[in-house]
């Protein structure tokens, strides 16, 4: 069983910046791939930013310049760093990381609002 904990989330000015974290614990063979999603109220879910176990990165349009991935394999966590924050970046962000050989395991979500 493998369980990932979210935290960071909250609510921040427009311009403002938060930093999300999501820490996997449980049963982990060898994460390959981690990443953020997000979903904001009747919009489908989209991928944010995505980080291969060897570094590689790629984000979302709406956030290059903006926000920036990194993962830490030896804690098995990966984090978000947004910065320059809009209201448009208002959404439940997930956190997703793929461990050997490809199962995905999701986060339980973490609220971000951006007010304007």
């Known amino acids: 069983q493998v369980q990932l904990v979210e935290s960071g989330g909250g609510l921040v000015q427009a311009g403002g910046s938060l930093r999300l974290s999501c820490a996997a614990s449980?049963?982990?063979?060898?994460?390959?791939?981690m990443g953020w999603y997000r979903q904001a109220p009747g919009k489908q879910r989209e991928l944010v930013a995505h980080i291969t176990s060897g570094g590689s990165t790629n984000y979302a349009d709406s956030v290059k310049g903006r926000f920036t991935i990194s993962g830490d394999n030896a804690k098995n966590t990966v984090y978000l760093q947004m910065n320059s924050l809009k209201p448009e970046d208002t959404a439940v962000y997930y956190c997703i990381i793929t461990d050997y050989p490809a199962y995905d395991y999701w986060g339980q979500g973490t609220q971000v609002t951006v007010s304007s």
């Open positions: 449980g049963s982990i063979f060898s994460i390959n791939d």
